[in-house]
């Protein structure tokens, strides 16, 4: 169990895997903020808000 972990904290650490996990994060973040209907009509009014101004 001890080796799992050293293992983990290894990649963890490494600035590879971070820079893939923090894109991996930024795609998943997005992809939710769509499908989360609450955040949607936000977007939506937020979007029509401005095409009112123009």
Do not use: H, K, W
């Not at 590879?16 to 989360?36: D, N, P, S, W």
Request: proline share 4%; net charge positive; charged share 20%.
């Amino acid at each position: 169990m001890l080796q799992a972990f050293v293992t983990l904290n290894g990649v963890a650490t490494s600035p590879f895997v971070l820079l893939v996990f923090a894109f991996v994060g930024a795609y998943l973040g997005m992809r939710v903020v769509e499908i989360v209907p609450f955040t949607r009509r936000i977007i939506e009014r937020r979007e029509a808000r401005f095409a009112n101004r123009d």
